[in-house]
């Protein structure tokens, strides 16, 4: 009678996990493989279902597409023992939006201080404005906000989908001041009323030009200061013109008495 010895060697057993399963695009997966080896050195192929494969044994992977994925994992030990499994449908990305956002008119005065807001992103399911005046709104895709002060304010938008993706766009809108004009300065020195002011002048762009009666000019500044106290002129009535706001479109024509006590 005659024996002989047969080696059987074990198959391994692929199984893995991933973290996350489902995400917005570009989404980032971190692979676990909990093959079952029986203790044999194991190679490992994987197929991420988008086309892409790796041969680590534990890798990451980012889907940068939205869609459903199976993914394989192909295990092969040195003694030529392999299997296989795959896990259908097992990563799903979802639609990553990018949000813009537009203002109109980006600069506006506190007389007229209705800006319209809107963004063209699309495949978005709901809005978040945020005017940065403490004020917000849900509505989609274009808002009117009116302003109740001067400044500049950063409006964010925020557009997301039904799956949580979301994404965010900002803008600085300006709100300038009126101007509020004051007919007499008395500069004697006491600090009271020594100086000419155009309140909120000096907040806005302006241009200011200062005449005497006979038409000659005395005083000029380009974005005045609310800093010019008559110099050596002559107590009298004085006639101005005051250019302001965007692009200088707005006037006033006043006058001005200097009465020195």
């Given at each position: 009678?005659?024996?002989?010895?047969?080696?059987?060697?074990p198959v391994p057993v692929p199984n893995f996990t991933a973290t996350p399963t489902e995400g917005c695009e570009d989404l980032f997966v971190q692979f676990s493989n909990s093959t079952?080896?029986?203790?044999?050195?194991?190679?490992?192929?994987?197929?991420?279902g988008d086309g892409s494969s790796s041969t680590d044994a534990n890798p990451s992977h980012t889907y940068i597409n939205p869609?459903?994925?199976?993914?394989?994992?192909?295990a092969k030990s040195n003694e030529g023992c392999d299997s296989v499994i795959t896990k259908h449908q097992y990563i799903q990305v979802?639609?990553?939006?990018?949000?813009d956002i537009w203002a109109s008119p980006m600069v506006t005065t506190i007389s007229s201080p209705e800006?319209?807001?809107?963004?063209?992103?699309?495949?978005?399911?709901?809005?978040?404005?945020?005017?940065?005046?403490?004020?917000?709104?849900?509505?989609?895709p274009t808002v009117i906000h009116n302003y109740n002060s001067d400044g500049?304010?950063?409006v964010t938008v925020i557009g997301s989908t039904a799956y949580g993706c979301s994404d965010t766009a900002?803008?600085?809108?300006?709100?300038?001041?009126?101007?509020?004009?004051?007919?007499?300065?008395?500069?004697?020195?006491?600090?009271?009323?020594?100086?000419?002011?155009?309140?909120?002048?000096?907040?806005?762009?302006?241009?200011?030009?200062?005449?005497?009666?006979?038409?000659?000019?005395?005083?000029?500044?380009e974005n005045y200061q609310n800093d010019w106290d008559g110099k050596n002129l002559a107590d009298g009535t004085y006639?101005?013109?005051?250019?302001?706001?965007?692009?200088?479109?707005?006037?006033?024509?006043?006058?001005?008495t200097i009465v020195r006590e």
């Open positions: 009678t005659k024996y002989d010895s047969v080696m059987v060697y079952n080896t029986y203790n044999q050195t194991t190679s490992y192929i994987w197929s991420f869609g459903i994925y199976d993914v394989t994992l192909y979802y639609y990553q939006p990018i949000v800006i319209t807001f809107g963004s063209n992103a699309s495949g978005i399911d709901t809005w978040f404005w945020d005017f940065g005046d403490g004020s917000y709104s849900d509505t989609p500049s304010f950063t900002s803008v600085t809108v300006k709100i300038l001041a009126e101007p509020e004009f004051y007919n007499i300065i008395t500069p004697n020195g006491d600090g009271k009323n020594d100086f000419f002011v155009i309140l909120n002048g000096e907040k806005i762009p302006n241009h200011l030009w200062v005449y005497n009666r006979w038409g000659k000019l005395v005083f000029e500044a006639y101005y013109i005051y250019k302001y706001g965007i692009d200088l479109k707005n006037e006033y024509r006043g006058t001005l």
